[in-house]
């Protein structure tokens, strides 16, 4: 595609990105899901900074990347490392630019990928950054729409939990503002979507409804997106213990959706999805989460100007 380009590129927020640029990655996904690339990153390495937990974000990206004969550098907490003495961040960023083609970094703070992207003269890609951005999970959730679904242009979604501090839902509202989608978010008010970003949509013209009752949007949903509470953004642990169990999505809820609709989760989920939905076809979150290889792929190889 003409003028698209990706090498050399850092992936921090999903406002870098243009429509047409986001369906350019899922094409190279799904080229990736056809036709696996064993040898594509032979002699490259990846270098994982992780600061926060995390099962999928990490595990997906290394596994991407030995699929195609890559190799990996990297920390699952920050406390293993001189970050512990009291080493800052960009000196930290400084190090291992020198020792990898390309950086993945997981960290609490608002705005540390961008800083590190500063610091890096390779590529560097934001696998979350507290409550603000998650990029690479939006593609994972776009592909996944795109594939259950068959299109993006026109769905109606509604984004269900934590939508104050779930940076998942922040990345993927945006995301989707490019295709015309209608969004309803559903949660409690105390946790609703932050004001900036409902200006940002109302200015990109996206038509929205804010409720705290899941039943009031379900009949009009194709996809419901299901987010945990996220416990550790709290400053008041009782403030947590208020909210934990506001939602729980069961079987139930197909009764009064759209034969359709498909149910969407980041995870990981800790009680706000019952496990007897798992087995309905519509529960389509543990294929969301295998769909992180592909797409993982597709990001690095992109910016690492191994395929155009
Ligand atoms: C999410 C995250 O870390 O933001 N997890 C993920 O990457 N799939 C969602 C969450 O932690 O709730």
């Known amino acids: ?20 640029e986001l369906l350019y990655v899922l094409s190279i996904a799904r080229r990736m899901e056809q036709r696996p690339q064993p040898a594509l990153m032979k002699g490259r390495i990846m270098a994982s900074m992780f600061f926060e937990p995390s099962t999928r974000t990490r595990l997906s990206f290394t596994a991407a990347m030995k699929r ?21 961040l960009w000196d930290t960023v400084k190090m291992i630019e020198a020792y990898s083609d390309v950086i993945v970094i997981r960290h609490s703070l608002e705005g540390a990928a ?9 590529p560097v890609i934001n696998a979350g950054d507290g409550t603000n951005q998650h990029p690479t999970q939006t593609m994972i ?39 015309k989608a209608k969004m309803y978010f559903i949660s409690p008010t105390a946790l609703k979507m932050p004001e900036y970003y409902l200006d940002e949509l109302e200015q990109k013209r996206v038509t929205f409804h804010e409720t705290d009752d899941v039943l ?7 996809v419901l997106y299901v987010t945990r ?19 729980k999505v069961g079987p139930d ?34 294929r969301q989460a295998a769909n992180g290889i592909p797409v993982r ?12």
């Open 229 to 247: 509470i996220q416990q550790e953004r709290f400053a008041d642990p009782l403030e947590y213990e208020k909210f934990k169990n506001v939602y």
């Open 141 to 179: 959730d776009l592909y996944t729409i795109q594939k259950e679904i068959g299109k993006l242009d026109g769905i109606t979604i509604g984004f269900l939990g934590d939508l104050k501090y779930g940076r998942t839902v922040h990345s993927l509202a945006i995301a989707l503002s490019h295709f």
């Open 1 to 20: 595609m003409g003028g698209i380009v990706f090498k050399g590129r850092d992936i921090i927020s999903i406002r870098d990105f243009s429509g047409e």
């Open 253 to 286: 809820i197909l009764n009064g959706a759209k034969k359709s609709l498909i149910v969407l989760h980041p995870l990981p989920r800790v009680g706000e999805i019952d496990p007897a939905l798992d087995e309905f076809p519509n529960a389509a979150y543990f």
């Open 297 to 308: 792929q597709a990001v690095l190889s992109l910016v690492l100007g191994a395929v155009k």
């Open 68 to 88: 195609m004969g890559g190799d990996t550098i990297g920390f699952a907490k920050g406390e293993v490392t001189s970050t512990k003495k009291g080493e800052t």
């Open 114 to 122: 961008r800083l590190s992207a500063e610091a890096a003269s390779i």
């Open 216 to 222: 009031k949007a379900l009949k009009h949903l194709d």
